[in-house]
Nanobody, 124 residues
Framework: QVQLVESGGGLVQAGGSLRLSCAAS????????MGWFRQAPGEEREFVAG????????SYADFVEGRFTISRGNAKNTAVLQMNSLKPEDTAVYYC?????????????????WGQGTQVTVSS
């Protein structure tokens, strides 16, 4: 079983930046992918970005439009989401999780337990 802990959310004005971090434990990550998701009030949880652990291939949702960057963190089994040019519509609880493939991540076919997430609030 994979355990994931998110951190780094907060309140920021439109146009600002935030850096989210996800620490994973409990399973070897050499052949898997990690990613970020978000859920706004009253909305379905959706895929935001993913990265493969084997070769750092990345994938982003269309709404990211080049504003976010996912990368592996300096600490082992850590994924970072750098979010720039934030918009009010980016307001949501952000979660991380892992999957076997990027397509699985995009379809929310994840194998980790959903954590508490981290709140991101963007004011206009």
């Amino acid at each position: 079983q994979v355990q994931l802990v998110e951190s780094g959310g907060g309140l920021v004005q439109a146009g600002g930046s935030l850096r989210l971090s996800c620490a994973a434990s409990g399973r070897a990550f050499s052949y898997y992918v990690m990613g970020w998701f978000r859920q706004a009030p009253g909305e379905e949880r959706e895929f935001v970005a993913g990265i493969t652990w084997s070769d750092n291939t990345t994938s982003y949702a269309d709404f990211v439009e080049g504003r976010f960057t996912i990368s592996r963190g300096n600490a082992k089994n850590t994924a970072v989401l750098q979010m720039n040019s934030l918009k009010p519509e980016d307001t949501a609880v952000y979660y991380c999780n892992a999957a076997n493939t990027l397509s699985g991540l995009q379809e929310l076919r994840v194998f980790g337990s959903w954590g508490q997430g981290t709140q991101v609030t963007v004011s206009s």
